[in-house]
């Protein structure tokens, strides 16, 4: 099975749900920026306190920001997988993280793309009810998704990695469709 992989999807598709159950079945380091960036924010740090004003308008924390957050959690990347959960979310951080990788000598084996139509997207998120999941929010995050993130799906398709898997249904059924493609 394919172990050194990204989820990328538009918010709400379930990356993180996912990426938490495939990297406890399978021992693969889970690296979600959401969570590192919301941990920033509960401790109350400088980096937190930048981040979390963006976050609760729905727009993207800087790159340069989450880059330093993500090579740091990088220095612990073993031979037992890790799967980068919502990160890259721009071309600038999927530029960044090739020679980061390089270095390490772990290229990417697959980009697995959560694929879900909007209006089940905004239900789950307004059912989520974090501090980032209001209507308006919502939206804005769906622009940013689709002007920001979604330029990255071509980016993975040309590179041959990038593997579409319906993210609709009950959260086990999305686990056994995405479990198989990695074979
Ligand atoms: P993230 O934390 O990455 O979260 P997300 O995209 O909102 O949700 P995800 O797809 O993980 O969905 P989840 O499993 O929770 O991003 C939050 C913010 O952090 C961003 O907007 C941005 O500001 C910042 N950020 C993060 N990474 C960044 C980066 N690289 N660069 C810049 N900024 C960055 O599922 C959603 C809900 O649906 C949950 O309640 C879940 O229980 C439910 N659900 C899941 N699967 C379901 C199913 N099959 N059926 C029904 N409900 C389901």
């Given at each position: 099975?394919?172990?050194?992989?990204?989820?990328?999807?538009?918010?709400?598709?379930?990356?993180?749900?996912?990426?938490?159950?495939?990297?406890?079945?399978?021992?693969?380091?889970?690296?979600?920026?959401?969570?590192?960036?919301?941990?920033?924010?509960?401790?109350?740090?400088?980096?937190?306190?930048?981040?979390?004003?963006?976050?609760?308008?729905?727009?993207?924390?800087?790159?340069?920001?989450?880059?330093?957050?993500?090579?740091?959690q990088m220095k612990s990347f073993s031979g037992g997988g890790w799967l980068l959960d919502g990160f890259p979310r721009t071309v600038p951080q999927a530029e960044?993280?090739?020679?980061?990788?390089?270095?390490?000598?772990?290229?990417?084996?697959?980009?697995?793309?959560?694929?879900?139509?909007?209006?089940?997207?905004?239900?789950?998120?307004?059912?989520?009810?974090?501090?980032?999941?209001?209507?308006?929010?919502?939206?804005?995050?769906?622009?940013?998704?689709?002007?920001?993130?979604?330029?990255?799906?071509?980016?993975?398709?040309?590179?041959?990695?990038?593997?579409?898997?319906?993210?609709?249904?009950?959260?086990?059924?999305?686990?056994?469709?995405?479990?198989?493609?990695?074979?």
């Amino acid at each position: 099975m394919k172990t050194r992989l990204l989820f990328l999807g538009p918010p709400g598709a379930g990356k993180g749900t996912q990426a938490a159950r495939l990297c406890e079945t399978n021992g693969m380091k889970h690296l979600s920026t959401g969570d590192l960036l919301r941990a920033e924010v509960a401790a109350g740090t400088a980096l937190g306190q930048e981040a979390e004003t963006v976050m609760n308008r729905g727009e993207l924390v800087s790159d340069t920001l989450v880059l330093a957050i993500v090579e740091n959690q990088m220095k612990s990347f073993s031979g037992g997988g890790w799967l980068l959960d919502g990160f890259p979310r721009t071309v600038p951080q999927a530029e960044a993280l090739e020679p980061l990788l390089k270095d390490l000598n772990q290229p990417i084996q697959a980009v697995v793309l959560l694929e879900l139509d909007d209006a089940v997207l905004i239900q789950r998120l307004l059912a989520r009810g974090r501090a980032d999941d209001n209507e308006n929010v919502i939206r804005n995050r769906l622009e940013v998704y689709r002007e920001k993130t979604a330029p990255l799906i071509n980016f993975y398709r040309k590179k041959g990695l990038l593997l579409s898997v319906a993210a609709d249904g009950s959260v086990e059924e999305i686990t056994e469709r995405i479990s198989s493609t990695l074979i």
